[in-house]
């Protein structure tokens, strides 16, 4: 499950210390108890806070700093086989967020390839290979949403290697976003 839009708006106070991610530019910060913010987004397995009018990046891990729920990532079956993970690994990106862009990463054309291959020297354990790119060469949320994909494909079954790339060619440009992300961001 998502969080979903029921969280937005909402007013949390943080409970414990916290490291979030300033937004754009993934700068740490600590969040000491007692600050207070707003969600702003809650899609994927992140939250997006407004703190002191600074969006800020929150790791699902990390939400219960805030009393918020751990969102759940893509539901993948315990008895995955080997052949499932090219599709499952689709289904994880898909659960893999710009914190400033309320659609994935798959839907605004970010993922120009995905390849499962064996991994070399293991039986049954695979490689994957992710090139995406950004909606701007200069977003600092890349390594971000990066390491987030990175992570979220080393939790499969079956993989033991995980390779994300962030390629400026092609350029990215509006004509790689789906019909659906089109109608999400109202273009």
């Known amino acids: 499950m998502s ?43 992140n939250y997006s806070l407004l703190v002191q009018g600074q ?19 893509a539901d993948i079956p315990d008895d995955a086989a080997p052949e499932d993970v090219p599709r499952l690994a689709w289904e994880v990106l898909r659960t893999c967020y710009d914190p400033e862009i309320p659609v994935n990463v798959v839907e605004l054309g970010l993922v120009y390839r995905c ?9 049954g354990l695979q490689r994957i290979e992710v090139d995406m790119t950004l909606t701007a060469p200069g ?30 060619d092609p350029p990215w440009d509006r004509s790689r976003v789906s019909e659906a992300a089109m109608l999400t961001l109202g273009l």
């Open 3 to 45: 969080a979903g839009s029921s969280f937005l708006y909402q007013p949390v106070v943080v409970a414990r210390p916290v490291r979030v991610e300033r937004i754009p530019d993934g700068t740490p910060v600590d969040l000491q108890p007692g600050t207070t913010a707003q969600v702003a987004q809650a899609l994927g397995s």
């Open 55 to 73: 969006l800020m990046r929150l790791a699902g891990k990390d939400a219960s700093a805030v009393g918020l729920p751990e969102p759940e990532g």
């Open 115 to 123: 390849d499962v291959m064996p991994l070399e020297g293991t039986k």
């Open 139 to 168: 977003c600092g949320m890349g390594d971000v949403i990066a390491n987030d994909a990175r992570d979220k494909l080393m939790g499969l079954p079956h993989v033991g290697e995980v390779d994300v790339q962030i390629v400026f």
